[in-house]
């Protein structure tokens, strides 16, 4: 950790900025990034921290995901986007090495577990954005060689981050595409998806038929290209088919998965940077005075209780967001036990989309305590805000985590996630003990999760289209209780031992949430169980 | 207003994006803007709309504040920087037309009300941003002439939207400044302060002694030059005082005012912007198949109750945020009238704030509808919200609204503008009948409004400062219930007449406000009355 901290100061900070200017660049049919940001990646892979999440076997360090999340939470706070290429390519790399054969581990994770090559998802295309179904990428048979079944590959993808660039020897694309039937007709759904090994450079040398179309010119998060890749431009790209045909999006969400998580760690992590720009700047600025003073020396504007209010919500999204995601690593890492690893399918688009939603909030509310320097380009905050913008859309938006969470993981699922988790909650609550205010958190969270159950109980007889109808109002409140529960949990901690300022804060920032955030969430209940349906009564025309 | 939308349309959208990418710029001392913003500002002045809100004995239309306003959300909506110069200008020149001599008015404001000067208002300076009792730029007394009492002004000014330009022939800068008492000194808070007009070039032709420091680099808003204006650096800057000694402040109140509702204003019409925008984006875009549905063609967007809830959200912020800076303006046309100017004394700092913070929250939610291309920026609706992050800044923190809210327009009140508030929020009350749901809408307004009299009535017994600890939670929640009010009159109109598409849809939106965000304004009022004061009581350390 002490090692990632100073490679994160010394060498992705000092680029972010840069690399926000100076965006990657298209030429001839190259793209072309930052050389700092290169730097920065050799340094990384030099001290070992490409493999450290990979088992000895491979090569790695056999480092906890936990361990590695907290890694990862120092190089995006540092440089959201150079942090970028090693957490796509590891999660890449790990999916080959989950379903490959041993000639596919050998000849493309090994390279991208040692950080030679990176690697990318290619999953949406230019019609069929999230609805993967819709996807028109082409995979024809053409023979089979040591590495597996090969094919030829015609498609276009886009949103491709590090579709290219200048920075790995060669570049590991997993590709989703359709194998035709019999009558060389594409399958509807997603049924016929399979997933393809389709490397920049082909094991010969040579180039593979995988061309840059363009790059999009994003609001932030600048240092990462984001690519439309056609494949097939001059007859079709090679590729070998990972796994079983018609598998390719259960082995493409082994990826998405890790990514989701990473997303929220990513966001958690900019938020936390923007608040603690945000309490140095109220610490050190001085402006007014203390509410019925009209004389004396200005104080710092900490000492305003709305700049605290704006810290401390800061401080619980931030660092609520951050726990939520190293729970999730943890949870991560008992890979052998399936009822944990429901539980961490029940949290994953909580995890992906609390702090992405919470920690946006967080940044805007940085912005907010450094007043017009804020919305000034000279102060970082302004750019942590535009980086984290992203963090609510790619690898599936609010709205289809709220989807997710409440259908599949919830209304569609067995229900032993959810009672594990509440099994957990109680636990909590238990270990508060009878003293005030812990001991009312306890009930209030206990009293949080009962109306999440009774909602439930009431979507699941429900209209079951309806019941969608306030999937994100639900998918927020539902957050806000296990964000609580885990502030609950530090609180808990913070009450034994030395009575120090870290303790005193976290119990302070507990009871913040518990006060001023948990009403909030009950309202956003509220909404879900009025059943509030204005909105999908809306006629187009309506609007 | 149908010129005004062929005006926008046809020269302040096309320059919009433009002015975002080539920033002013000072060279040689001199700041040069775009010049198609001047060409669209010379067609503004020419079809007589820059001395629009004018009375014809100055020259001007004498249009109606509520006509003006229409006017400016369909300019800000075009172009918010380039219509912040006239909304400035015109300001600037009616506090010279309210407090000036004759002679002032015609040499600084009459040039002002036909266009051809432009106006600034220098409070900030870098030790105070809003604490403007401890400004230190000093005015001198220096003679007097035909335009009054002369003073040389000595100090540096921030924040200066229009600082400098090469748009308008001359430029007035109404400066705050203290005189000196006898003893040389500044005297100590507000009450020395006075408001001194200093023209760029001085009557006779010359340059006067200001000097522009710097240009500040924001994240949006671009086409504006945010300014350090450096008053005096050779020996003094020629100023005349407006008005009477010590009373600067409350003249420029008039200007700050007036602005506060603009900014609302242009914080409204960014938002209905990015609504317009997301909602062809989203009947256009086709993606996904209904809930239930897992074959046929794909349908547009608009189709997914999310994606509806997010464009309703839009709609009740954007078009309730209208409505209430409307119903100012409507207020500020009666200005004979005292209860009148005192309710829109109540509702400045509501419509200052609540547009900046929910029409920013709609710009997010138009992105969000866009998906991955709303963070490109190939579409506005990422600028859209670049641009409105500065509204919950500038003209008055959100924080600095809330404080005048709770304290000088309620707390430290005779209460008599909140009565007023109550009886019209009673009548509507009255009006909708027995019909749900507006029936039921009217009762939960009055409840609302009920919390908000028990809130306030147990914050008047609280201590005195910690009743400001949740004063921002207050400013919201008060916001949603003005804002909810509107919407049940907006509803009232809508129910009769014909039945068509417009009517429907404020009807549903109306209920969506009700259903939707009601909710949470309860939970903000809880916030406030639980006393939450976590933050309040956390030590900086703590942090």
Redesign the interface.
């Given at each position: 950790m002490d090692v990632a901290t100073r490679l994160a100061e010394d060498m992705f900070v000092p680029c972010a900025a840069r690399s926000d200017i100076v965006e990657p660049e298209l030429k001839d049919g190259a793209v072309h990034v930052l050389p700092e940001i290169a730097a920065a990646l050799r340094q990384y892979t030099e001290l070992g921290l490409f493999s450290a999440s990979f088992d000895e076997s491979l090569g790695g360090l056999g480092l906890s995901a936990l361990v590695c999340s907290a890694l990862y939470a120092q190089f995006a706070a540092a440089n959201i986007s150079a942090a970028g290429y090693p957490m796509l390519s590891n999660a890449n790399a790990r999916v080959i090495a989950a379903f490959g054969t041993q000639a596919q581990i050998d000849s493309f994770a090994r390279p991208g577990i040692e950080g030679r090559w990176y690697g990318t998802m290619c999953l949406?295309e230019p019609?069929?954005?999230?609805?993967l179904g819709?996807i028109r990428t082409r995979a024809v048979k053409d023979g089979e060689d040591a590495l597996g079944l090969r094919f030829r590959l015609t498609g276009n993808k886009m949103?491709i981050s590090g579709g290219d660039q200048d920075i790995s020897e060669n570049i590991v694309h997993l590709v989703l595409a359709k194998e035709p039937g019999p009558d060389g007709a594409l399958i509807?759904?997603t049924a016929g998806i399979s997933l393809f090994i389709v490397p920049k450079i082909l094991p010969d040398g040579t180039r593979n038929d995988v061309t840059i179309a363009g790059l999009?010119?994003?609001?932030?998060y600048r240092g990462v290209p984001n690519c439309l890749v056609n494949f097939g431009e001059a007859g079709g790209a090679v590729g070998w088919r990972l796994g079983e045909a018609g598998y390719g999006l259960k082995y493409m969400f082994q990826m998405m998965n890790e990514a989701r998580i990473a997303v929220g760690t990513g966001a958690a992590a900019l938020a936390y940077r923007g608040y603690m720009h945000a309490?140095r700047y109220a610490?050190e600025r001085?402006?007014?005075?203390?509410?019925?003073e009209?004389?004396g020396n200005?104080v710092?504007i900490?000492a305003?209780?709305?700049?605290?209010?704006?810290?401390?919500r800061q401080?619980v999204y931030a660092e609520g967001a951050l726990a939520l995601c190293f729970y999730c690593a943890d949870l991560a890492d008992a890979h052998g036990d399936m009822a944990l690893q429901d539980l961490l399918g029940l949290l994953t688009p909580v995890a992906k989309s609390w702090p992405s939603e919470f920690g946006?909030i967080a940044n805007?509310l940085a912005?907010?305590v450094h007043?017009?320097y804020?919305?000034?380009?000279?102060f970082e905050v302004?750019r942590l805000?535009?980086d984290n913008?992203?963090n609510?859309?790619?690898e599936g938006?609010?709205?289809i985590q709220?989807?997710d969470l409440l259908g599949r993981k919830l209304l569609r699922s067995d229900g032993r996630a959810l009672q594990l988790l509440r099994a957990r909650v109680e636990d909590t609550a238990r270990r508060v003990g009878a003293v005030a205010p812990l001991a009312e958190h306890g009930a209030a969270l206990l009293g949080i999760f009962d109306d999440i159950d009774e909602t439930l109980a009431a979507l699941a007889k429900a209209d079951?289209?309806g019941a969608?109808?306030?999937?994100?109002?639900f998918l927020r409140a539902f957050g806000h209780a296990v964000v609580a529960w885990l502030w609950l949990d530090i609180a808990i901690l913070a009450t034994g031992g030395v009575d120090d300022?870290?303790r005193?804060?976290k119990l302070?920032?507990c009871?913040?949430f518990f006060?001023?955030e948990l009403?909030?969430a009950?309202?956003?209940l509220?909404?879900v169980n009025?059943e509030?349906s204005?909105?999908?009564?809306?006629?187009?025309?309506?609007?």
């Amino acid at each position: 950790m002490d090692v990632a901290t100073r490679l994160a100061e010394d060498m992705f900070v000092p680029c972010a900025a840069r690399s926000d200017i100076v965006e990657p660049e298209l030429k001839d049919g190259a793209v072309h990034v930052l050389p700092e940001i290169a730097a920065a990646l050799r340094q990384y892979t030099e001290l070992g921290l490409f493999s450290a999440s990979f088992d000895e076997s491979l090569g790695g360090l056999g480092l906890s995901a936990l361990v590695c999340s907290a890694l990862y939470a120092q190089f995006a706070a540092a440089n959201i986007s150079a942090a970028g290429y090693p957490m796509l390519s590891n999660a890449n790399a790990r999916v080959i090495a989950a379903f490959g054969t041993q000639a596919q581990i050998d000849s493309f994770a090994r390279p991208g577990i040692e950080g030679r090559w990176y690697g990318t998802m290619c999953l949406s295309e230019p019609q069929a954005g999230s609805s993967l179904g819709d996807i028109r990428t082409r995979a024809v048979k053409d023979g089979e060689d040591a590495l597996g079944l090969r094919f030829r590959l015609t498609g276009n993808k886009m949103w491709i981050s590090g579709g290219d660039q200048d920075i790995s020897e060669n570049i590991v694309h997993l590709v989703l595409a359709k194998e035709p039937g019999p009558d060389g007709a594409l399958i509807e759904g997603t049924a016929g998806i399979s997933l393809f090994i389709v490397p920049k450079i082909l094991p010969d040398g040579t180039r593979n038929d995988v061309t840059i179309a363009g790059l999009n010119h994003k609001m932030g998060y600048r240092g990462v290209p984001n690519c439309l890749v056609n494949f097939g431009e001059a007859g079709g790209a090679v590729g070998w088919r990972l796994g079983e045909a018609g598998y390719g999006l259960k082995y493409m969400f082994q990826m998405m998965n890790e990514a989701r998580i990473a997303v929220g760690t990513g966001a958690a992590a900019l938020a936390y940077r923007g608040y603690m720009h945000a309490l140095r700047y109220a610490g050190e600025r001085l402006q007014g005075r203390r509410i019925g003073e009209r004389s004396g020396n200005p104080v710092p504007i900490i000492a305003h209780a709305d700049v605290r209010a704006m810290l401390l919500r800061q401080k619980v999204y931030a660092e609520g967001a951050l726990a939520l995601c190293f729970y999730c690593a943890d949870l991560a890492d008992a890979h052998g036990d399936m009822a944990l690893q429901d539980l961490l399918g029940l949290l994953t688009p909580v995890a992906k989309s609390w702090p992405s939603e919470f920690g946006l909030i967080a940044n805007d509310l940085a912005i907010q305590v450094h007043g017009g320097y804020g919305y000034t380009r000279d102060f970082e905050v302004e750019r942590l805000w535009r980086d984290n913008r992203l963090n609510p859309i790619h690898e599936g938006t609010t709205g289809i985590q709220a989807q997710d969470l409440l259908g599949r993981k919830l209304l569609r699922s067995d229900g032993r996630a959810l009672q594990l988790l509440r099994a957990r909650v109680e636990d909590t609550a238990r270990r508060v003990g009878a003293v005030a205010p812990l001991a009312e958190h306890g009930a209030a969270l206990l009293g949080i999760f009962d109306d999440i159950d009774e909602t439930l109980a009431a979507l699941a007889k429900a209209d079951p289209v309806g019941a969608f109808d306030n999937a994100t109002w639900f998918l927020r409140a539902f957050g806000h209780a296990v964000v609580a529960w885990l502030w609950l949990d530090i609180a808990i901690l913070a009450t034994g031992g030395v009575d120090d300022d870290f303790r005193r804060g976290k119990l302070k920032a507990c009871r913040f949430f518990f006060e001023s955030e948990l009403p909030q969430a009950r309202a956003w209940l509220q909404i879900v169980n009025s059943e509030s349906s204005a909105h999908s009564e809306m006629a187009p025309s309506e609007f």
